[in-house]
């Protein structure tokens, strides 16, 4: 039975999450010695310890044995340089490639999430690295971004709990993680200076979300501030951003790293709570910025001392459960990473079962594509990792499979030139002997990178003439897509099966031969939709950003929340991914149909395979308001679980939900809001398959003040029953004239003098009233409360 925390209501952790048992009064990182050593250090060892002392690592203070710490990228293997003050582009250490985020997001597993954290965690370890630079949260905002195949989904739920999960498995390891990049940082183009020009509900609802849940949750031992302007600041110098937020509001109790660069002005920096510079190029000038700025007055120290102790603590406690004795188990890791691209294969389309192949129907196998020789297995940027080998599909399948199959290899495309479609001919040939075609395509590296968006979401010319002609010799034509992020398939109606294989790291091509063989039945599923075309998709107009300035114009409505408003079919929806297996959905129950907002509503509901072979199904939870204040997404996706079931088995599913699963951000009041009123809870296999419904209904027990601003609209103190007798009171002479015979509780008023700000009242109550009565009504109607 799965089940599902409450993150609104979860326990705070404390930094030493996971980390093994660990004495209080002793520790190098307890407050007391902490209060030691900051009553032994000059201001200028202060300063220096704000800024890294090169690429990788922090200024270590040898008269105080203060050490450092190494940090390096993340967020699916580890890039580790050969040293702290080399970049380790080529030259690093041969370490695990695990699938990319969007790999791990399929697998809609935090279980396993936790596993390769764990992994990465002992990775590191083993390297002599104290904090993992991942995972990154960012939400895909558009399939455009550069850097999606870093990111794990569209779901600001579903990114935060498996950047949670993540963050719990490498932290398990006595190794810290930086959660990036704190936040709106949706485009790579002008990344270093765009801004993000992003309302609040929307900040909140969906930008932050996944930051929040993951620091609540599991509280990473560092957050990294983006490179891009959020409402028209800096992330690195945000004190709403770094300190009321994440400090204040989410308990946040570790340290904010820059970005590579990101910092421009670092005494505005400190001021905001972002605590370490990195790297640490220019620290030699700028240290002598802060240290004047403390001087002259320009920044408390009371502030840089508080950075400073964060600084401490993270780096005292790093380097006392550093475990150096873990291993780089290289060959344990490649199984883990073939064992999680498998979880990652999504099925998303098989006409007529044409998968799996087996021997009882298919002899002859097609392969077809460079990436069956010379695989795609990551992106590129920052988190390119070196991997101490690669499978590669024709390898796999010769090897583990080839004993029953006569499979024969046609290139089909040249990677290294898209509109060379020379090799088409030879592959048609062999695909049209061959019982079943398997085509592997999809993007070359060079698409998907980071520091550059995406142009359009097409494959190349050559791997979609290649399908077409596929296609139309062979009838078992099988796609196998290699991507980080959505891509278009205009082919989709002319093939009858398709598999979405991710970039799934160095064992990936194995994990794409268990699935297609039927060793492994397909149980991922998308974490982004698939639109039809790039026109569809919700930030079309406003991506990636004009003179700087990207406008989240679709706000909360992107991702299925806009195809589910608009009506839009996709082409394959979000959660959507195919088993060889079926599953019956029954029993949906609720523990009250009526509940508070003080409540926890238990959900519980049964999942049965009622087919042939043992699979995996990812149960999916989302909640619906029927009548909001605010225009709300029709449905939005509040818990998950995978469940493993044999044939004929059948299991129980168990959601949690708080009143925060049921809200959304209000602007007027400033904060998260459930209303009263009626919900639904939609069970399914995806956004667009839903099998069961339940209607509840929330109470809520709050008591707000109302928000009401000289500019409020008449309607609403009109529309209101509490408040009305109060607006009579106010102007009885002009709500009598609007009344005819009756008194002036009759007045009928005309539409477009009910949407008046109430500030125009002295005018159109032509002096009744003046300004500043009409002021004090509002500050009395505020002085009342509410339940939403
Ligand atoms: C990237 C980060 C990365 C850092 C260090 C930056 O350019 O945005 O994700 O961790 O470099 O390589």
């Not at 002992?122 to 390297?127: F, H, K």
């Not at 098989?350 to 021997?359: F, K, M, Q």
């Not at 060889?580 to 029954?586: G, N, P, Q, R, V």
Request: aromatic letters at 10%; charged letters at 25%.
């Amino acid at each position: 039975m799965g089940t599902k925390s409450v993150y609104l209501t979860a326990a705070l952790l404390s930094i030493g999450a996971g980390a093994e048992a660990e004495s209080t009064d002793e520790q190098t990182w307890s407050e007391e010695n902490i209060d030691r050593l900051m009553s032994r250090m000059s201001l200028e060892e202060k300063v220096l310890l704000t800024s890294g002392r090169d690429a990788w690592s922090t200024q270590p203070i040898d008269r105080l044995d203060i050490p450092y710490i190494w940090m390096a990228d993340g967020p699916h293997g580890l890039r580790r340089a050969p040293s702290t003050d080399t970049w380790g582009y080529g030259d690093q250490l041969p370490a695990t490639c695990f699938p990319t985020a969007s790999a791990l997001s399929a697998t809609w597993d935090v279980g396993l999430l936790r596993e390769v954290g764990s992994a990465l965690g002992d990775e590191a370890s083993a390297l002599g690295v104290n904090m993992l630079l991942g995972p990154g949260v960012n939400i895909k905002r558009s399939p455009l971004g550069g850097r999606n195949f870093e990111y794990f989904s569209e779901d600001p739920y579903l990114s935060g709990k498996l950047g949670a999960a993540y963050i719990e498995g490498v932290q398990a390891r006595g190794v810290g993680t930086s959660l990036k990049h704190y936040v709106a940082n949706n485009v790579e183009t002008e990344r270093m200076w765009a801004n993000s020009d992003v309302d609040e509900r929307t900040l909140n609802e969906i930008y932050m979300t996944p930051f929040e849940i993951a620091v609540r949750e599991a509280q990473p031992w560092s957050v990294m501030a983006c490179y891009n302007r959020v409402q028209g600041v800096y992330g690195t110098q945000s004190p709403d951003m770094l300190t009321a937020r994440l400090k204040q509001d989410w308990g946040f109790e570790g340290i904010v790293v820059s970005d590579w660069d990101a910092v421009i002005d670092r005494v505005e920096g400190i001021r905001a709570g972002m605590h370490l510079e990195m790297p640490g190029k220019l620290g030699h000038l700028t240290n002598k910025m802060v240290i004047d700025a403390v001087k002259n007055g320009e920044l408390e120290e009371a502030q840089l001392d508080r950075v400073v102790r964060d600084i401490l603590r993270v780096v005292l406690r790093a380097n006392a459960v550093a475990d150096s004795t873990r291993a780089q188990d290289l060959d344990e890791h490649h199984k883990l990473a073939r064992r999680v691209a498998s979880e990652a294969i999504t099925l998303l389309k098989n006409d007529g079962a044409v998968l799996p192949v087996t021997r009882d129907r298919y002899r002859k196998i097609a392969v077809i594509g460079e990436f069956a020789v010379n695989p795609r297995y990551q992106g590129n940027g920052s988190s390119e990792v070196r991997p101490p080998r690669v499978d590669e599909f024709m390898d796999i399948v010769g090897q583990e499979y080839g004993e029953n199959f006569e499979i024969e290899y046609a290139q089909g495309y040249r990677l290294s030139d898209d509109a060379d479609f020379t090799l088409i001919d030879d592959a048609v040939r062999l695909a049209a002997e061959a019982d079943v075609a398997l085509v592997l395509a999809g993007l070359p590296l060079h698409y998907e990178s980071e520091g550059i968006d995406r142009l359009h979401i097409d494959l190349p010319p050559s791997h979609n003439h290649l399908v077409d002609a596929i296609a139309d010799s062979q009838p078992n034509t099988v796609v196998v897509l290699t991507n980080g992020s959505a891509v278009a398939t205009p082919w989709v109606d002319s093939v009858p099966s398709i598999v979405e294989a991710w970039l799934g790291g160095q064992a990936g091509a194995g994990a794409v031969a268990d699935a297609v063989f039927g060793k492994v039945n397909p149980s991922g599923k998308l974490a982004e939709t698939f639109p039809v075309r790039l026109e569809d998709t919700p930030a079309f107009l406003n991506f990636p950003a004009e003179d700087g300035e990207v406008l989240y114009g679709e706000r909360v409505f992107f991702g299925y929340r806009y195809y589910d408003k608009r009506k839009i079919v996709p082409l394959f929806p979000f959660g959507h991914g195919l088993s060889y297996t079926d599953f019956a959905y029954s029993n949906l129950e609720v523990s009250s149909e009526q509940f508070s907002d003080q409540d926890l509503l238990t959900v519980t509901v049964t999942v049965t395979n009622t087919g042939d072979v043992a699979g995996k199904e990812v149960v999916q939870l989302y909640v619906k308001e029927e009548e909001a204040s605010v225009l709300r997404p029709e449905i939005e996706l509040r818990g998950f679980d995978k469940l493993e079931l044999a044939p004929a088995e059948s299991k129980q599913v168990e959601f949690l939900l708080s009143a925060r699963d049921f809200a959304f951000y209000s602007t007027r009041h400033g904060r998260w809001l459930a209303e009263s009123g009626d919900f639904e809870l939609l069970v399914g296999a995806s956004s667009r398959d839903i099998r069961l419904r339940q209607r509840v209904t929330l109470q809520s027990t709050e008591k707000l003040n109302y928000q009401f601003s000289e500019y409020s609209f008449f309607r609403e103190f009109w529309s209101n029953p509490e408040l009305k007798p109060l607006l009579i009171e106010l102007m009885p002479e002009w709500l009598g004239s609007q009344a005819g015979d009756g008194g002036p509780g009759e007045a009928v008023i005309q539409d477009f003098l009910q949407d008046q700000p109430m500030i125009k009242f002295p005018h159109f109550t032509l002096g009744e009233v003046n300004a500043e009565q009409i002021r004090a009504f509002i500050a009395e109607c505020n002085e009342m409360t509410y339940t939403p």
